[in-house]
Nanobody, 124 residues
Framework: QLQLAESGGGLVQPGGSLRVSCASSGFTLDYYAFAWFRHAPGKEREGVSCISSTGGSTNYVASVKGRFTISRDNAKNTVNLQMNSLKPEETAVYYC?????????????????WGQGTQVTVSS
């Protein structure tokens, strides 16, 4: 399993932007698919975006399409999620997850490595 560490969360006003990052150590990421999930109080965990091991395939939950962009830099062992036009209802703890598979998955059960999460709060 990978050791994953998220960073970049914080407080942002509605309509603002934030980038969260996921750093990994110990293994090359070339063979790992990654995803970002979020979990808000009182709600179920939700898959936000995923990226395949090569970066050639990405997917997004419908509510963030056109506003969020996932990317990866295997040389730096990082995966990023750029979030634009943020909404208050997107306040949540954001987690990154990884699995040694090639595809792109938005189901949490597919992943076997998880970070501790980073809080994103969208509020004025």
């Amino acid at each position: 399993q990978l050791q994953l560490a998220e960073s970049g969360g914080g407080l942002v006003q509605p309509g603002g932007s934030l980038r969260v990052s996921c750093a990994s150590s110990g293994f090359t990421l070339d063979y790992y698919a990654f995803a970002w999930f979020r979990h808000a109080p009182g709600k179920e965990r939700e898959g936000v975006s995923c990226i395949s091991s090569t970066g050639g395939s990405t997917n997004y939950v419908a509510s963030v399409k056109g506003r969020f962009t996932i990317s990866r830099d295997n040389a730096k062992n990082t995966v990023n999620l750029q979030m634009n036009s943020l909404k208050p209802e997107e306040t949540a703890v954001y987690y990154c997850a990884a699995v040694p598979l090639a595809g792109c998955f938005l189901k949490g059960d597919e992943y076997d490595s998880w970070g501790q999460g980073t809080q994103v709060t969208v509020s004025s």
